[in-house]
């Protein structure tokens, strides 16, 4: 019910009339003046009732008069009268119907009542009605009023006291309020703004409102009062404390900040009044130092008071907390205060009240915000924040150093007195009153012996003070021991937890704002606004190094998991604060800090020491006080939850993890997960850390890089108890998702991630360097969970990651590289296999960004890493090989990045990649890539640790180019667009189109290129592999040759075919000659390949016969190349240089290609030549059969006879149509070359060895020669057309050379079938069948040719002088055939008898044909003849063969018999001179031999021989004696005398008796002195000295028989009975004989040839032949008897003179 309404009124008249009568009672006897008032105050009442319509207002206006009554009542003093008044004038008030004069006398009532000290609790009542109720008391009367209630404070009732107190607080409220609503009224009206105020003068308030003027006075009072000064307004005050005024001060200023802040009066009070008291009280707290002794100092020190130091720290937490703006410098006075209050020194109650006050502004990160802003960011000016957070860390550091921390009676006893009390501590050891019983239950902190508890002090976020709020305390409490820690930890976690929560708030709304920004305008950049950032910055600068040092201290010291837990999120959160503020040292160090705590102490790591001597180095003071990071102790009471090995180079003992380190571990990965964005450079803390950890516990890389729990592999193994066991799986788990959770960083944060992995890989590597310790592969199985989890962006960080794998393979500790290599090897295959987007195939970039690692690979000399590699190549073609695209150069790269070093099995491996390549992948791959497939497969054949491999790759290179035989088309339009781009690139760049064979067109190089790798494996140095790579090239070659087009055949032949020939040649010059042991293992190695050089001479002869076969099957397309001569001439070259090496079969070899070569005839000149026909119908030339192609070239069939051979030559040549000018020019050259070649190889070849012979160097086979020989024909045919006189010598030369050579012992047998048999070998055979050709040939061809009979002449009579006289070779000795021993290494001569033979018959007949040749006849052929055949016929018996000489004989007479008779025809020309006594000579040589005949002889067939020497006699009687006048005389004379010689002379001495008769050759002797006879008397004797030679001889004779018959009749007689000897005998009867023979032709001559002197010398025998009848011997008789015969014709009358002159 409001006061105001009809019944309240109605009600308050009858009250106060029933108070008013009330009153007049009571007063009726003892004070009648009071009575009457209230009797007329009735009366006053009802009038007033009765006469207004508006009775309350009408009340008050008359309220003096209304109120008198009571106060006249009051004045009474009665107690009872005095109750009722004051009761029914505070009825009055509570109506408001009191007016501002009634309340200025209640008031003076009052203060009168109060001065007596009546009804004091009444009278507060009274009073706080009175200024609650309404506000009509101002000024002095309000003033008047508030100094009665400070006086009934001071009274000596506890309870008024007390009231009283109450009631001040409330009217000073009051008082504010009033002005508060004031201005709440006043809000829309506009004032003029005051005139500052400059002076201090109080009156000053002129410009105030009433209620703000009672307000300024009654707060300007208090502030006097406090000060101990005369107040101004509350007059009549007669004492205060300071503990009420510093209350009152405070409630003010708490409760009406805004009268303050608004008002600058008020502002200038709190600056001008309320600092310097606060201050100036302070000033005993400041000065003392607790345990100083008073007596020291001269003045004694006040001392600190804690109910007005506690009130004062309130009063300045309110000061700072609503004024911080206005008082800026004093308040930075109060913070510094406020941190020297935490100093040691200061009794332990001023701390503790000291630290609730830090605490309240801990928990308003506003006003912090505000003091960095004001303080710590301003130049000269004190770090206010720096300096509290700092100040709390020393405050926390000091409890655990200060002897006497958690001690409570140092603080009560005297200052003198306090080493009792620390004693005391230091005996009741931890905690006091039985708390060590329970002391692991109970939250507490221990470091070095000191053991703080922790207590729960306040909610987190708000600071609920326990000493600041004990108003009542006089004394100083004591404070229980670990309550100023506890505070001090609560206040610096809602310290962190405010700064942090606030800073990120806004760090929110601004990425929110930007966010919005960008939306907006996406073209433009947001700006930030740098304030703010840099007070969060300063803020975080400010703190930190503060926050971590006491975060550190207490982390080491805390027992208690949640207080851990705290301190970690408190570290952890300021860890990701400064990260995200871009503040790296801060970061850095939380970090380090939670590493440090993850593990063991002292436990030694290079990345946490390093980080915390920057930190140790930044020792801050804090006022001059020093203040030191600490290092952790070692005595921690922590349990064990796991023992193990620490991770380091030397091995050392165990390290023990507590659950602590377990749990600051999940803290450290928390961190990394949440805050991984943040982490920057520090990553290579946490993962440093995580790296020990992980070791420490025995956890091991699996699969995809997950750590698995798993046993150490050495070393004491690692011990987990059952409570981390559980963790374990927990712990790997996180560290999975750790690095899963790396998908979401942001790129930059991602790459500090990798660096910061592969920095500490790089640690690791260090380590394991240099010992087989298991290595630590936390960072590579990390490295490789992070590529995997990354793959969508893989190209930011593919190069430092897998840059860093490859520097892992290449460590030396095994373990370490196979997992760099796993991890990079899946890390490829991973991203082959992504499904990237845009997918692989069309980033072209990306997919050789995959693969360039598993290149890099290539360069790691461990096997290892190698069989790695290349099988996770095989697993990439299996699965990826139709998509690789631009990746197979790489891929192969791979594959071929083998070296001989490097062992089979890799090759092995590698190769399977290869074959795979080939069989499958072909089609797939970029034709430019096939080059590469060619070389990557010739460098596996070029490889010498497995032969089969060698081959079978071979065998790829021959799939390959089938290959590109069948995809010629789309390769050749492929490499085309290619070469086009390359071109247009090359050319834009201003280069040169770069590739091997380049100017040949690509499809053509890609055929070169396989060529030259075949080339490059026909020089291999196994045999094997040698034989192989030629027959392929060769084939390929041949087969696909087609396709190339003409100019690149320049190359083939060029750079390919003669390059390799000039390889094999000088390979095979150089091979080495020593035996070959059996070729390891059981393979036996025949004879023929037993060293270097016969391998090499396979080769050699492979390589030349498939060139050779090129030249042959290709020549029409060679023959249109420019330099065709040029190749032939090369190509001849090397054929003569195979054909004179040192080896049978290649120089065998080299002839036969020498005779394909030239077994092809000029080329036909039409358009259909049979090749391009074939071509054309696409049958590659090799199926064509060259014995089928039709046309001149018809090779020859080496099996044909010699004769067949030469026809077909000849018809060869009369078939071919007449070639072309420049062809037959072009030809002629070619074979001109070939002849040249030829001579030179027969030259070299034939040509004996100079010197000793004991190093015989090389004799050439019977094959070689024959081969060599049997060319000649053939060629010549081709260049007969210019074949002179000086190429005839040196074929001469050449003939003569190999005919000489020797066979060696051991091949006789093969080439001779048996020395009595008379047969050529084949090499005779071919050089006879060479001159056969050539005579035929000048035969049929013209005039000018024939001077080379004599030539011919000349070498078959060189030939016929070997069957006398084998021919030398060199100085060598060869020994008979007959006598050599076929085991032993002689060299034999041939028997050339056969061949001498045959020669002289060829000659023979040749002569027969051309005896009359001009040329024939100027040489002198005859003579050469004739003294040829002198030799054979001089040694007759002693010639080698028997039938030699007789064939001599025999070609004597016929080459007589047809070149007699042109020699006498040329009698007169002198040409044949000098022939007739090289012929005399012959006969005489012949006719009167030296050589015996053999004694084994039989008649028979000596009569056979002598019959052969009438022969000759014959013809000298037929054909030489009859036309004596054409020849010289001398010849004749020798003739005749040679006759004569053989009349007489011609028994042989060696007879035996038996014999003689036959053996005297007396038919020889009867024909030559027949013809000597004949001769001398049948010829008309032209002139007289031919008729005195034949008379002299004739003469001679006679006297000779003479001489011989007088000897033997005298030997006789003196011999008596003796014989004489045989050769006497034999004489005798010779003589005998040819005296008979004498008669018979004197008998037939016609007496007047006769001279009369012979018949005298014949008749004067006739008496010695009559002296011999006495002889003994009967066949001297029966001679005798034939002598005497003849004589009966002499025996006639003598005849007369005249008559016989007349006849």
Known sequence: MSTSSPEAVKKLLENMQTDLRSLSMECKKKFPPVKEAAESGIVKIKTIAARNTDILAALKEN????????????????????????????????????????????????????????????????????????????????????????????????????????????????????????????????????????????????????????????????????????????????????????????????????????????????????????????????????????????????????????????????????????????????????????????????????????????????????????????????????????????????????????????VSAPAGGSGSGAQGTAQGGPGTGGVSGNLTTQAAFEYRGTWIPLMTVSVQGSAKATYLEMLDKVEPPSIPEGYAMSVAFSALLDLVRGITSMIERELA???????????????????????????????????????????????????????????????????????????????????????????????????????????????YSIQGQSVQIISPSSESHQQVVAVGQPLTAQPQGTVVLTAKNIQCMRTLLNLAHCHGAVLGTSWQLVLATLQHLVWILGLKPGVGGALKPGRAVEGPSTVLTTAVMTDLPVISNILSRLFESSQYLDDVSLHHLINALCSLSLEAMEMAYGNNKEPSLFAVAKLLETGLVNMDRIEILWRPLTGHLLEVCQHPNSRMREWGAEALTALIKAGLAYKHDPPLAQNQRLQLLLLNPLK???????????????????????????????????????????????????????????????????????????????????????????????????????????????????????????????????????????????????????????????????????????????????????????LLQQPTWHIVIWKVLFHLLDCVRTSSTTADKEKIESGGGNILIHHSRDTAEKQWAETWVLTLAGVARIFNTRRYLLQQLGDFFEAWEVLLNHIQSAALSKNNEVSLAALKSFQEILQIVTPVKDSDKAGDAFAAMGVPPVLIDPLSASGPGRPLVRSDSLVERLTRYNGAELQAPPPGEESAL????????????????????????????????????????????????????????????????????????????????????????????AVLTSLQEAVLTSLDVLQKAICVGPENLQVMYPAIFEQLLLFVEFSCKPPQYGRMETKHVANAKYN????????????????????????????????????????????????????????????????????????????????????????????????????????????????????????????????????????ILPFANFIPKDFVGQIMAMLNRGSIHSQSPSFTEAEIDVRMREEFSKVCF??????????????????????????????????????????????????????????????????????????????????????????????????????????????????????????????????????
């Open 1384 to 1519: 032993q290494a002689e060299w034999v001569a041939l028997n050339y008898v056969p061949f001498a033979e045959r020669s002289l018959e060829v000659m023979v007949d040749l002569y027969h044909k051309t005896a009359c040749h001009k040329a024939v006849i100027n040489e002198k052929v005859l003579q050469n003849i004739i003294k040829t055949l002198r030799m054979p016929l001089g040694l007759k018996y002693a010639c080698p063969s028997e039938s030699t000489w007789k064939l001599a004989v025999s070609s004597l007479l016929k080459v007589l018999s047809i070149g007699l008779p042109v020699a006498r025809q040329h009698a007169s020309s002198g040409k044949f001179d000098t022939m007739w006594p090289e012929l005399a000579n012959a006969f005489e040589d012949f006719l009167f031999t030296k050589s015996t005949p053999p004694d084994n002889l039989s008649i028979q067939e000596f009569q056979k021989n002598e019959a052969i020497d009438v022969e000759v006699v014959q013809l000298i009687s037929t054909e």
């Open 856 to 1042: 890099e690979l290539s360069n790691v000399l461990h096997a290892d890493i190698r069989q790695k590699q290349l099988e996770s190549v095989l697993q990439i073609l299996q699965s990826q090989g139709d998509s690789l695209g631009p990746g197979w150069p790489l891929v192969l790269g791979v594959i071929g990045a083998i070296r001989n070093d490097q062992g089979e099995s890799l090759i092995r491996t590698a190769f399977q990649c290869l074959q795979l390549v080939v069989t499958d992948f072909l089609p797939t791959m970029p034709c430019t890539c096939l080059q590469i497939v060619v070389d990557v497969a010739g460098s596996f054949g070029l490889q010498n640790q497995e032969l089969n491999i060698s081959l079978t790759s071979i065998g790829l290179l021959w799939n390959i180019s089938d290959y590109f035989f069948q995809r010629g088309e789309a390769i050749t339009q492929e490499l085309g667009r290619e070469e086009e781009a390359l071109q247009k690139q090359a050319q834009e760049k201003g280069e040169t189109l770069n590739r091997p064979f380049h100017p040949a067109p690509p499809f053509d190089c890609l055929w070169l290129c396989l060529y030259a790798k075949l080339g490059e494996l026909c020089v291999d140095p196994r045999p094997a592999v040698r034989k192989s790579a030629g027959q392929t090239l060769f084939s390929t070659i041949a087969a696909h040759g087609t």
């Open 63 to 410: 309220s003096s008069e209304v109120v008198q009554p009571f106060l006249m009542g009051c004045g009474t003093k009665e107690p009872k009268i005095t109750q009722l008044c004051l009761a029914a004038i505070q009825r009055l008030m509570s109506h408001e119907v009191v007016s501002e004069a009634a309340a200025g006398n209640i008031i003076n009532m009052l203060w009168q009542l109060m001065e007596n000290g009546l009804e004091e609790l009444k009278l507060l009542q009274t009073v706080l009605v009175l200024l609650t109720t309404n506000t009509v008391v101002h000024d002095e009367v309000l003033s008047k009023a508030i100094v009665l209630c400070f006086r009934l404070h001071f009274t000596k009732d506890n309870i008024t006291n007390n009231t009283a107190a109450a009631t001040v607080r409330q009217v000073v409220t009051v008082v504010f309020e009033r002005m508060v609503a004031e201005d709440e009224r006043f809000k829309g009206i506009v004032e003029q703004p005051p005139p500052v105020q400059g002076n201090t003068n109080r009156r000053s308030v002129s410009t105030l409102r009433p209620s703000a003027k009672d307000a300024y006075m009654l707060f300007q009072d208090l502030c006097q009062l406090v000060n101990a000064d005369a107040p101004y307004w509350l007059v009549g005050m007669t004492e205060m404390t300071r503990t009420f005024g510093l209350e009152l001060l405070e409630s003010v200023l708490n409760d009406f900040p805004g009268v303050f802040l608004q008002h600058q009066e008020f502002s200038f009070l709190l600056k001008e009044r309320v600092c310097p008291l606060v201050i100036k009280l302070f000033s005993p707290n400041i000065k003392f130092r607790q345990g100083s002794s008073s007596a020291a100092s001269p003045a004694p020190v006040e001392k600190p008071y804690f109910p007005i130091c506690m009130r004062l720290l309130r009063v300045v937490s309110v000061l700072i907390k609503h004024f911080y703006s206005l008082l800026v410098t004093e308040c930075e006075i109060f913070l510094s205060l406020l941190v020297k209050f935490l100093d040691g020194e200061k009794p332990q109650w001023l701390r503790a009240v000291a630290v609730e006050s830090v605490h309240r502004l801990c928990v308003q990160p506003h006003l912090l915000r505000s003091f960095c802003q004001s303080y710590d960011m301003k130049q000269h000016s004190t770090k206010v924040f720096r300096d509290i957070v700092n100040a709390l860390g020393s405050f926390i550091q000091s409890l655990f150093i200060v002897p006497n921390a958690g001690n409570t009676a140092a």
């Open 1570 to 1703: 027949e013809t000597l006879l004949q001769f001398s008397f049948s010829n008309k004797v032209s002139t007289p000295q031919e008729g005195y030679i034949s008379r002299m001889a004739l003469s001679v004779l006679l006297k000779r028989s003479q001489d011989v018959l007088r000897r033997y009749v005298e030997d006789e007689r003196l011999s008596g009975r003796c014989p004489l000897p045989r050769q006497q005998v034999t004489e005798i009867i010779f003589v005998l004989k040819a005296i008979s023979t004498l008669m018979d032709s004197l008998k037939k001559t016609q007496p007047e040839n006769v001279d009369g002197n012979t018949w005298a010398q014949v008749i004067a025998l006739y008496p010695t032949l009559v002296e011999c009848i006495t002889c003994s011997s009967s066949e001297v008789s029966s001679a005798l008897k034939e002598a005497l015969g003849p004589f009966k014709d002499f025996m006639q009358p003598p005849v007369s003179r005249v008559q016989n002159g007349e006849s």
């Open 1226 to 1317: 072009e030809d002629s050259a070619l074979w001109w070359s070939a002849w040249n070649t030829w001579y030179r190889t027969g030259t070299d070849s034939t040509r004996p060895p100079s010197g000793p012979t004991e190093k015989l160097s090389f004799i050439p086979s019977q094959p070689f020669l024959t081969a060599l020989i049997q060319i000649f024909p053939a060629l010549y045919q081709h260049i007969k057309a210019n074949f002179s006189m000086e190429d005839l010598k040196k074929l001469g030369v050449i003939l003569h050379g190999a005919v000489s050579v020797p066979i060696s012992s051991d091949a006789s047998p093969f080439i001779l079938p048996s020395y009595t048999e």
């Open 509 to 619: 709304m601004e990425e929110e704002a930007a966010a919005e920004f960008r939306e907006a305008h996406p073209d433009k950049e947001w700006q930030l606004q740098p304030g703010a950032h840099l007070v969060w910055e300063e803020m975080v600068s400010a703190c930190w190094c503060g926050l971590l040092a006491a975060l550190s201290l207490l982390l080491d010291a805390s027992t208690d998991e949640t207080a851990t837990e705290n301190i970690l999120k408190a570290e952890l959160t300021m860890a990701s604060l400064c990260g995200r503020l871009g503040l790296v040292t801060p970061r850095d160090a939380f970090i380090t800090a939670i590493c440090k705590a993850s593990l063991p102490p002292h436990y030694t790591l290079t990345a946490l020491s390093s980080n915390t001597a920057n930190l140790s180095s930044k020792a």
